[in-house]
């Protein structure tokens, strides 16, 4: 039962943002659910690529979607992912939670996304607005762009064992029902509150992932 209220409420807020399931799923299995951040990254990434078609669909049909921007940014993401990947199998499980309680921290200031690089939505959304899309066709296409990362870092994490492929196919069911609603939501705001939802959110999950983590230790 957890994993199907995760897994809804990733798909809402997945589609309502443009990212991936690192956000949303990877924070309430740690929290919730008591999972290891390796088995929890790696069956997010499985499970958000059902999530993430649905929200494309959806947006499709708003005409807010850009294939050719969407290759431009998903493609080399895809292929640094199994980089980081094994990168990932040689830092410490609380090191892991630290860092990615400081990394979603640093986006709502605007500066550690540069510094570690990473891919995915949370960087998708702001890089294809920068691009000169508008925030609603940004989101669309950010959700497209994760469809190759999703795909090769699944494939890369499989290779270590870390997927748990029951549980993904939960996730990813109950998200792409709930993607529906969130893009419905984000078609309907502004710009601005969207930027602000966004922010209390990653502060929110940053503190709560820190907070664990420093738990654990003690």
């Known amino acids: 039962m957890r994993l199907v209220l995760i897994g809804l409420a990733a798909g809402f807020f997945s589609a309502l943002f443009g990212v991936g399931g690192g956000t949303v799923i990877v924070p309430l299995l740690l929290l ?3 999972w290891e951040a390796r088995n929890a990254t790696a069956t997010s990434l499985a499970s958000i690529g059902i ?7 959806a947006y499709a049909i708003h005409g807010d979607v850009r294939v050719g921007y969407a290759a431009l940014v998903g493609l ?5 992912v199994a980089g980081a990947t094994a990168l990932q199998q040689r830092l410490h499980t609380r090191t892991l939670e630290l860092l990615f309680a400081a990394f979603l921290l640093g986006l709502v200031a605007g500066l550690l996304a540069g510094l570690f ?3 995915g939505g ?3 959304v702001p890089a294809l607005v920068a691009l000169g899309l508008n925030h609603h066709e940004a989101i669309g296409t950010s959700l497209l762009a994760i469809v ?3 795909l090769v870092g699944t494939w ?4 270590y064992g870390n ?3 029951r549980a993904a196919l939960v996730l990813g069911l109950a998200a792409a029902i709930t993607a529906q609603g969130g893009v419905v939501l984000a078609e309907s705001l502004s710009d601005a509150t969207l930027r602000r939802l966004f922010a209390g959110l990653l502060v929110l999950v940053s503190f709560q992932i820190g907070w664990r983590a420093r738990r654990r230790e003690s």
Do not use: D, L, M
């Not at 999530?51 to 669909?57: F, L, P």
């Not at 080399?76 to 640094?80: E, G, H, K, L, N």
């Not at 890369?156 to 290779?159: N, T």
């Open 156 to 159: 890369s994490q499989s290779r």
């Open 163 to 165: 997927v748990r492929w």
């Open 32 to 34: 919730f659910c008591g």
């Open 76 to 80: 080399p993401a895809a292929v640094s």
């Open 51 to 57: 999530a993430a078609v649905s929200g494309v669909i």
């Open 117 to 119: 690089g990473v891919g």
């Open 148 to 150: 190759p990362t999703v």
């Open 122 to 124: 949370i960087v998708f």
